[in-house]
């Protein structure tokens, strides 16, 4: 008898896409640096938090070691993932976040644990063992996600169909870059919980049992123990196989025969939160606890088109291709309504309540990282899009329309995430004028950096202006003061520089009178500088304005730091931006630098340019 792998593209492409995204893990540009520390920072360090502050230090009320992790590791810019309790005692602390990735991580985290101090690393919770052990425990989860997903596209669609699906999905949105590069992120953990409480609920309606009932509970209550916004999970249970009134009868009849099936769901979910309503009991005397402080949602007024199209974190700018579950809604109400019903009801239901949270953006990402979760229910009509395209009748012009228009956009989606971790896709400032600046580009020049911060640059190639120096400041004869700023630690040409740190939030200002060098409304002036830091000039800004009777006319500036920066050597920072139009003779221009509470950095050559257009343009 011959052996035959049931599904076998299905299977083979799972392994593959694994196997790519293992390789991805191990290509992250700091991986074998100090920043492999990367891993556990900012929210993650908050999820994760629990285990170290438990099993290591035995204090999870204080949490006094947070001051040396975060002064080893630089997790954060602050420990902001824990704060005081309100009304407790001085120094109690309670997490921001809830706890449900720690549960899930506590096997990842002994096993780091084991290995630092196999490997003479610190077992302080943060080395690079724990690190590496997270970071690789969310790969497993993502593989786990995946099979669990394929399981359930075979339930209804083709081994061609749910192959598809799954590489569309895996490398043609920014689930990529939440099950390899962000694994200690939320979001993929959740779209694997979804994931499997999809397959628990097609296995209980095609066969009703109490323990089927009490893992449905159960793995919801998880889904809300990572993120208590995933309660809208719960329509899918609750609307499975409720395609028409009829349906709806048939269903309340089930749960009325099986009464007990939904106590035991019900205690599944209670037993899922238990966890965190112990941890906020013991932590603040309250088992229902509002973590977030003055962060809320605004149901009444969603974001819902900064969320879907903004260039700042749209979800469908950054990831066109899930346009195509969208419209497949449509093909699965025809072909599958029993299942289309509470697909449509949780898209819609979670697209209002991701949209309504004031910070919609939802901190650094690429594109909209709230909604990656929601990939394995959408992955539902994406099949029945992708069937509806491979059915023998439809135009062979129209598939072959559809490959190309598939590739082309899996092509930009992988850019677009190397464009992100190489930062020329900013996590959370990117706009209109950036985007189109550097799209497709692998090296943008600072012009298009200027555009985060400034809304001008030249209307023409640089090549075609002739730059004509209006002033400059080089430090060079001013004398050395410390309560000036004025230093000879660090020099361009000579040794003497401006020292920016918070101590001197404004630097010497470059002064111009508009009229002392003939300067007209609408010419380009170019503002730049030369900086110095060891570790990066975050923080500071350099400042052009243009003032009448010391009040600002215009006010711009950009950031001294971007991907050109070069630590430990001088870099040119500029911007170009018109005179307005309104502009008198009597106007002042000034140029400096601004230190808006900025790491520690030296700046020389304040500069200002008119950029004069060549003969012919």
């Not at 037993?271 to 402080?293: D, E, K, N, R």
Request: net charge neutral.
């Amino acid at each position: 008898m011959k052996f035959r792998i049931a599904h076998p593209y299905s299977l083979l492409a799972i392994l593959l896409l694994f196997v790519l995204m293992v390789q991805a893990r191990l290509w992250a540009p700091y991986w074998d640096t100090h920043n492999v520390q990367a891993i556990l920072t900012w929210d993650a360090m908050g999820y994760y938090i629990y285990l170290p502050a438990h099993f290591i230090y035995h204090d999870l009320g204080h949490m006094a070691f947070a001051q040396d992790i975060m002064r080893e590791y630089q997790p954060s810019s602050s420990f902001y993932q824990a704060f005081q309790v309100p009304g407790g005692p001085e120094g109690m602390l309670v997490t921001k976040y809830t706890c449900g990735l720690a549960v899930l991580w506590t096997p990842f985290f002994f096993l780091g644990h084991w290995a630092a101090g196999w490997l003479n690393y610190p077992q302080d919770g943060f080395s690079p063992p724990y690190q590496i052990a997270i970071a690789f425990g969310g790969l497993l989860f993502a593989l786990l996600g995946l099979g669990l997903l394929r399981r359930v596209l075979l339930r209804y669609f083709s081994d061609v169909v749910t192959t598809l699906v799954l590489v569309l999905l895996v490398l043609g949105s920014n689930y990529f870059q939440y099950a390899v590069f962000d694994a200690a992120m939320a979001h993929n953990y959740l779209f694997t919980g979804y994931a499997l409480l999809l397959w628990l609920t097609i296995r209980w309606h095609e066969r009703p049992t109490r323990l089927g009932a009490f893992f449905i509970g159960l793995t919801l209550g998880l889904l809300v123990l990572i993120r208590p916004s995933e309660a809208v999970a719960a329509v899918i249970p609750l609307l499975w196989n409720v395609g028409s009134w009829a349906a709806v009868r048939a269903k309340l009849e089930l749960l009325k025969e099986r009464q007990v099936d939904v106590l035991l769901l019900v205690l599944g979910g209670v037993l899922g939160v238990l966890p965190q309503a112990l941890y906020w009991h013991w932590a603040t005397g309250h088992f229902l606890f509002y973590s977030y402080g003055d962060q809320h949602f605004s149901f009444l007024k969603p974001h819902l088109w900064e969320v879907l199209f903004s260039f700042r974190k749209g979800w469908l700018l950054y990831s066109p291709l899930l346009l195509l579950p969208l419209a497949g809604l449509a093909a699965l109400w025809r072909t599958h309504r029993a299942i289309a019903v509470p697909v449509l009801v949780f898209t819609v239901l979670n697209l209002w309540v991701v949209s309504a949270w004031d910070i919609w953006w939802y901190g650094g990402s690429i594109g909209q990282r709230a909604l990656v979760q929601s990939y394995a229910v959408l992955a539902l009509p994406y099949a029945a899009a992708v069937a509806w395209l491979l059915v023998p009748e439809r135009r062979p012009a129209l598939r072959v329309a559809a490959v190309v228009a598939a590739v082309l956009l899996v092509d930009l989606n992988l850019f677009q995430h190397w464009q992100y971790m190489r930062s020329i896709i900013h996590p959370e400032e990117m706009n209109r004028r950036y985007y189109f600046a550097v799209f497709n580009k692998t090296m943008p020049t600072q012009s298009d950096f200027a555009l985060l911060d400034v809304k001008s640059r030249l209307p023409e190639s640089e090549r075609h202006y002739t730059a004509q120096v209006l002033g400059k400041l080089d430090f060079e004869n001013q004398p050395v003061d410390a309560a000036s700023g004025i230093s000879a630690d660090q020099g361009y040409f000579s040794r003497q520089s401006f020292h920016a740190d918070p101590a001197h939030a404004y630097g010497p200002a470059l002064t111009l009178k508009l009229m002392d060098k003939g300067l007209q409304p609408g010419q380009y002036i170019r503002a730049s500088c030369r900086v110095f830091s060891d570790y990066g000039a975050w923080g500071n800004k350099l400042v052009m304005t243009v003032e009448r009777n010391g009040k600002n006319l215009v006010w711009n500036a950009v950031r001294l730091q971007n991907n050109l920066s070069v630590n430990r050597a001088w870099n040119l920072v500029h911007f170009d931006t018109p005179l307005p139009d309104d502009a008198l003779p009597d106007d002042v221009l000034k140029v400096y630098v601004l230190s808006d509470s900025g790491s520690s950095c030296y700046i020389d050559d304040v500069q200002a340019e008119l950029m004069k257009p060549k003969s012919g343009w």
